[in-house]
């Protein structure tokens, strides 16, 4: 501290005992919610239900095991090469799905991302979780295409299709990391899922009672490098 | 790093603990249930005024002993944190994404006098 300036901690230790306390928890709140960058704590609505974030973080953490070392995603969308270890904040994100309209043949999934993170993050890596019920014997073909909104919220673009042969019922995980990186690009957060079976067959999801069997994106994003000037 | 005990004036870390129930935030953050913050508090004498891994160096002994003997050319000395280490937090966003980070220095493990 400059010459006949105080120190940072010095007023607290004036303070009393309670009013002290109410300034660290207010320092702790306060540091908190800057370094995640959000202007206040987010009100929780729709928790996820306990039986859906506890299979998720377990598919996740067999998904981490089973690779080493997680990849990045190239801009061009080509082969991902090594991430390089550096000190900027990460983070995973689990978006689970909600459920918008369906008919006998097909199924859509939204997946809303942080708004807190959209523009400021770049995505590394993102993968859809989704757990088939598949009635009988033999594989069942499936239709996965991926959607973006328009500029204006409406007329929803195909980004992406993959056709899938279903052999048993399971999760099946599905990389969406160019996508959802693109989305990120535009400033967009809704991720629309279309699952489509060939014949009137119903759903090839599981209904909303099973909990724990419920679809989610997990991606990986880290804070992109502020950009610095250095003079020598 | 020395740890504050009784009613020790000196520069040390006092350990903190905020509870997320009790600030009424454990319904969105899911991991941990609080936060260990710690700070840095006491007095920082001239003579104590370096980082506590130069304080064996002999540069820094000369320094301090310059600092000590020569008060009004020396700056006023503060006991901050020279430690920290990251917090972990598993958390819903205001989408109710379910996020997990590390945030980088936000536990205090050490104080020293700058």
Known sequence: ?232 | GVDCSGDSRMCCRREFFVDFKDIGWEDWIIHPEGYHMNYCTGFCPRHMAAAPGLAASFHSAVLNIIKATNAEAAADSCCVPTQRRPLSLLYYDRDSNIVKTDIPDMIVDACGCT
């Open chain 1, 1 to 232: 501290a400059p010459k006949g300036m105080r120190c940072p901690t010095c007023g607290l230790a004036a303070l009393a005992s309670s009013t002290q306390q109410d300034v660290l928890k207010a320092l702790a709140k306060q540091s908190i919610l800057s370094k995640l960058r959000l202007p206040d704590r987010p009100n929780i609505t729709q928790p996820v239900p306990r039986g859906a974030l506890l299979t998720a973080l377990h598919r996740l953490h067999a998904q981490h095991t089973d690779t080493t070392e997680p990849s990045r995603i190239p801009q061009d969308g080509g082969t991902p090469h090594p991430r390089p270890r550096v000190g900027l904040q990460e983070y995973e994100i689990l978006s689970f799905a909600e459920s918008g309209s369906s008919t006998s043949r097909s199924v859509l999934l939204h997946f809303r991302f942080t708004r807190d993170l959209s523009g400021s993050t770049e995505i590394l890596q993102a993968t859809l979780y989704l757990f088939w019920a598949v009635p009988g014997l033999g594989t069942h073909p499936v239709t996965v295409r991926l959607l973006q909104p328009g500029p204006t919220g409406l007329n929803a673009t195909v980004t992406s299709e993959t056709q899938l042969q279903v052999p048993r019922s399971g999760w099946t995980t599905l990389d969406v990391g160019a996508a959802v990186q693109q989305l990120f690009g535009q400033g967009s957060q809704k991720l629309t899922v279309e699952l489509e079976v060939p014949e009137a067959r119903g759903s090839p999801l599981l209904d909303d009672s099973s909990d724990s069997r419920w679809p989610f994106v997990a991606a990986q994003a880290r804070a992109r490098a502020a950009h610095r000037v250095r003079r020598r």
